[in-house]
């Protein structure tokens, strides 16, 4: 789960604060493109609407209700909560592949951090990953074919790409600085990620060669997660310009950024629904991180989960 600056979300064994990434490069190539922003502009929420409905699909979540930290999946309206992993070892990063049929995870049951697979149901469990750092945030190619992840094993966090099959692992970036969270395209050209080699932590996007490197952000707040829309119109990402982490979207040229959340709690980990109608997103109150969703223009905030355990790492995807 990302934590924004400050916030009291449970940390991650390992050195998962830092949520180290790193990019395997699939047989793809395609231009990146994008634009400069300015940051984030403080624009106003919505006001509340109904709650998204979406119906044929499923949110994945992190929660240590069990005692540590496993995978549970859930309709859209937070009704039928049922775990789908279970072992000693902490699991987290849920993200599913586009059909919906797959996700794929963190986990250190191998001793550190590594990229897994399952079915949809928990079953099928196949490790992707094997190295010594922690590898952690996958996030699938719109074929199903590779995934890129965020990996510190050879130290500072780089972006990597590796197949599903769990062969030919690729190193993307190449800094000093540390790249993270990256979040392939649903046109399969490019990804973004987050990079503070600029002196603070902004969105960036590339080709997947590793090429064509353009900065998307460019301000004082601190960015900490994000995601494409499925369209690949839009982004969502959290930002903290007043030290407080909201919700904010902005078009694939980094325009017209609108705020989605202002609450006194962090949101974190914003992922959209499978048709773009919705955000399921991560609320930390009073050190008690719950799983909320809203409509896409910020409207309708709902809380899924209550339960006392600690709820995040939301992902939305296909039934």
Aim: charged fraction near 20%; glycine fraction near 12%; aromatic fraction near 6%.
């Amino acid at each position: 789960m990302t934590r924004a600056n400050g916030a009291s979300t449970p940390p991650r064994p390992k050195g998962s604060a830092r949520r180290s990434l790193a990019v395997v490069v699939m047989l793809l190539a395609g231009a990146c493109s994008g634009g400069g922003s300015t940051g984030p502009s403080l624009s106003s929420p919505s006001p509340s609407a109904s709650a998204p409905a979406a119906g044929g699909s499923r949110i994945a979540f992190v929660s240590d209700r069990d005692g540590d930290r496993e995978i549970y999946v859930m309709n859209p309206d937070g009704s039928g909560v049922q775990q789908i992993t279970t072992n000693d070892a902490d699991d987290a990063d849920p993200a599913w592949s586009r059909d919906g049929k797959q996700i794929a995870f963190s986990s250190d049951r191998d001793g550190d951090f590594d990229i897994y697979v399952m079915t949809a149901d928990g079953n099928g469990v196949a490790q992707m990953t094997n190295d010594k750092g922690d590898d952690v945030s996958p996030s699938w190619s719109p074929d199903g074919n590779g995934i890129v992840y965020a990996s510190d094993s050879l130290g500072q966090s780089e972006i990597y790409v590796v197949s599903t099959e769990g062969t030919g692992v690729t190193k993307l970036t190449d800094d000093p600085s540390e790249d993270s969270h990256p979040a392939w395209s649903p046109d399969g050209k490019k990804f973004a990620f987050i990079s503070d080699r600029g002196g603070n932590a902004d969105i960036y996007l590339m080709r997947l060669d590793g090429t064509d490197v353009t900065r998307f952000t460019n301000d004082t707040a601190t960015q900490t997660s994000l995601a494409w829309s499925p369209d690949g119109r839009s982004l969502a990402f959290t930002a903290d310009p007043t030290g407080q982490a909201d919700i904010y979207v902005t078009d694939a040229a980094g325009t017209g950024v609108k705020q989605l959340t202002n609450d006194p709690a962090d949101d974190l980990d914003p992922a959209w629904s499978p048709e773009g109608s919705g955000l399921v997103f991560g609320r930390d109150s009073s050190g008690n991180p719950d799983i909320y969703v809203m409509n896409a223009d910020g409207s309708g905030a709902k809380q899924l989960t209550h339960d006392p355990g600690n709820d995040s790492d939301p992902a939305w995807g296909l039934a």
